[in-house]
C-alpha cells in the first residue's frame, strides 16, 4: 500500500517559561486561545476530509491522545458542513474474553489486532462502503463478551462513518477496499515540554499524565498501577499502532498548552499518595513531580465542556 502520510501537523505553544507567563497573566485568555487554536484545526482537517468525498474516517492514535473527543469534534465539524456522521468504537469488535489470545507472561492480550473480530470489522466496512449500511455488535464491558443485539447504522448519500480504535489504521481491516472511499487520521501528543532548551516532559509522559488522571477518575486505578502497566501499553503501541502512522492522510497533534497546568494539582495528589516504589516506578514518579511542580496552577473550572482536556478529568461534552 502506498503512503500518503503527512507529517505536518499544528504547533502549540510548548516552552515551560511562555506557558507559565500566560497562566499567570490571563488563564481564562490561555485556556480560551487555546481551545480555539485546537478547534480551528479539527474544522479545517473536517473540510479536507469532506472534500475527498470519502465515506469512512479512520482514526487512531496511541493512548490518551484524545482519540474519542476528537473523533466527536471532527463529527460535528463534519455536520456543519452539512455531512451526517455516523460514530463507531472497534472497542465494540472486542472478543469474548475466553477467546482472547495470551501474553508470554499468560495474561490475555487485549492489545493484540487478534483481540478483535476481524472478520466482522471487514464485514462492517464492506457494508458501508458498498451499501452505506451495517449492522455493528455491541460490547458488554461489564461481562466481557459481546452483546447478542447489534446497531443498525445507516449513512446518506453523503454520510460519513467516523471508526476509531487503536488498530483503526492497520490496513488488515480496508483491504479489500477502495482507497478513495477512506481518509486515516492519526493524532497524539506531538511535542515535548522544554524548560529553556532542556526537555522538561517527553510528549509520552505528557499522556503518560493524562492516563494516569482519567484511569484514577473513570476506571478507578492507583497511578502506581497505571504506571506498572505502562511499559505494556508502549510496548503496543510500538508494535500496532505506531508500524502504521505512516499511512495516515492527516496527523492531529493534541497538545494544549494549559493542560499541565488543570493536570498538575489531581496528579501531584496522585503520586503523593502513592506507596513506597523502588526502581523506575520510583524515578519516574519523582521526575513528573519535579516537572508537575514547576507550572503555574490553572484551574479546571475555567475548561468549557468541549475542552480535549476534559476526556481526562470529567465534566465534558462527550464523557
Partial sequence: MSSSYSPEYVHFTNNLADINRMAQKNPEKLVLHTDKHFHDSICKLAKKVAARGCQVVLLSGPSSSGKT?????????????????????LDDFYRAEEETP????????????????????????????????????????????PQPQFRHLNLKKNGIAIIEGIHALNPVLTAELPHNQITRIYISVKQNIYNGTEELLSAQ???????????YNFRSTTPESTLKMWNSVVEGERKYIKPFKRMADFTVNSLHAYELGVL????????????ESTGWIAEEMRKLSFALMLFTPVSASLLPPTSLIREFIGGGLYN
Fill in 69 to 89: 473527543t476528537t473523533a466527536h469534534f471532527l463529527a460535528d465539524a463534519l455536520n456543519q458542513l452539512g455531512h451526517q456522521t455516523e460514530m463507531i468504537s
Fill in 102 to 145: 495470551y501474553r508470554a507472561d499468560g495474561q490475555h492480550d487485549f492489545e493484540c489486532l487478534e483481540a478483535l473480530r476481524l472478520d466482522c470489522i471487514q464485514q462492517c466496512l464492506h457494508d458501508l462502503v458498498t451499501s452505506g449500511s451495517c449492522n455493528v455488535p455491541l460490547f458488554d464491558f461489564v461481562h466481557h463478551r
Fill in 205 to 215: 509522559e505528557v499522556r503518560m499524565i493524562r492516563r494516569m488522571v482519567r484511569d
Fill in 264 to 275: 498538575r494539582g489531581p496528579a501531584l495528589m496522585l503520586l503523593h499518595n502513592v506507596e
